[in-house]
T-cell receptor, first 113, second 114 residues
Framework: AQKVTQAQTEISVVEKEDVTLDCVYETRDTTYYLFWYKQPPSGELVFLIRRNSFDEQNEISGRYSWNFQKSTSSFNFTITASQVVDSAVYFCALNQRDDKIIFGKGTRLHILP | NAGVTQTPKFRILKIGQSMTLQCTQDMNHNYMYWYRQDPGMGLKLIYYSVGAGITDKGEVPNGYNVSRSTTEDFPLRLELAAPSQTSVYFC?????????????FGPGTRLLVL
C-alpha cells in the first residue's frame, strides 16, 4: 500500500537555525513522483518541488535543499538559515500510477524570532 | 493566467442546506481534484476527474457530488449539509502523471455548517 509518513508533527526553531523536515514513503511502484508543498498561515498550498523516482540527485534552491534516498524511501527537506517567513505547514506527497496524490499529515514549522 | 480559481472564499450554511463550490482552471489540465482539509489535518481526496465527462470517488466522497462537463470546470455539490462537512475545500488540477503529476491548487473555500 502507498503511504507517506511525516513523523514530526510540529517543530520550533530559532531564526537562522537549520531545520530538516522528514518524509518517509511507501510504494510498490517503480515509477512515482514525490513532492513538497508549503501551506503558510494564509492557507494556500504552494508547490515547492517535484522529484521523480529515477532521479536521486539532491536539489538545492536558495536556502532550501532536498535529499532523496530510495534506499531508505526518504525525501527530506532542509531549510538553511531559517527565517520567520518559513513558518508554515509543510506537506510531503507521493504520486504514482493512479494519478492520485497521497499527502502526509504535514509538519507545522515555527520559526521563532 | 489565473491558474485555479475557487468561489466562494467563505460560506456559512445551515444544516440541511445545499450548495455548489465552483472551481475553474485555465491551464488546460485534464486532471482535476477536490480535497477537504479539516482543522490541523492533512488533505483528503473527495472526488477527482481525469477528463470531461469522467469522474471517480476519492477517499471521502459521501455527502458530495461532482460533474465535469468541460475541461475548465469541476464543481463540487454538497447536498444536505452537515456539521461534519465544516472544512476548507481545495480544488486542484494537473496534467497527470505522464507530465510529472504536479497538482496546482486553488486558494480554497472555507465552509462552516451550523
Amino acid at each position: 500500500a502507498q503511504k507517506v509518513t511525516q513523523a514530526q508533527t510540529e517543530i520550533s526553531v530559532v531564526e537562522k537555525e537549520d531545520v530538516t523536515l522528514d518524509c518517509v514513503y511507501e510504494t510498490r511502484d517503480t515509477t512515482y513522483y514525490l513532492f513538497w508543498y508549503k501551506q503558510p498561515p494564509s492557507g494556500e498550498l504552494v508547490f515547492l518541488i517535484r522529484r521523480n523516482s529515477f532521479d536521486e540527485q539532491n536539489e538545492i534552491s536558495g536556502r532550501y535543499s532536498w535529499n532523496f534516498q530510495k534506499s531508505t524511501s526518504s525525501f527530506n527537506f532542509t531549510i538553511t538559515a531559517s527565517q520567520v517567513v518559513d513558518s508554515a505547514v509543510y506537506f510531503c506527497a507521493l504520486n504514482q500510477r493512479d494519478d492520485k496524490i497521497i499527502f502526509g499529515k504535514g509538519t507545522r514549522l515555527h520559526i521563532l524570532p | 493566467n489565473a491558474g485555479v480559481t475557487q468561489t466562494p472564499k467563505f460560506r456559512i450554511l445551515k444544516i440541511g442546506q445545499s450548495m455548489t463550490l465552483q472551481c475553474t482552471q485555465d491551464m488546460n489540465h485534464n486532471y482535476m481534484y477536490w480535497y477537504r482539509q479539516d482543522p490541523g489535518m492533512g488533505l483528503k481526496l473527495i472526488y477527482y476527474s481525469v477528463g470531461a465527462g469522467i469522474t471517480d470517488k476519492g477517499e471521502v466522497p459521501n455527502g458530495y457530488n461532482v460533474s465535469r462537463s468541460t475541461t475548465e470546470d469541476f464543481p463540487l455539490r454538497l447536498e444536505l449539509a452537515a456539521p461534519s462537512q465544516t472544512s476548507v475545500y481545495f480544488c486542484a488540477s494537473s496534467h497527470g502523471l505522464a507530465a510529472g503529476g504536479t497538482q496546482y491548487f486553488g486558494p480554497g473555500t472555507r465552509l462552516l455548517v451550523l
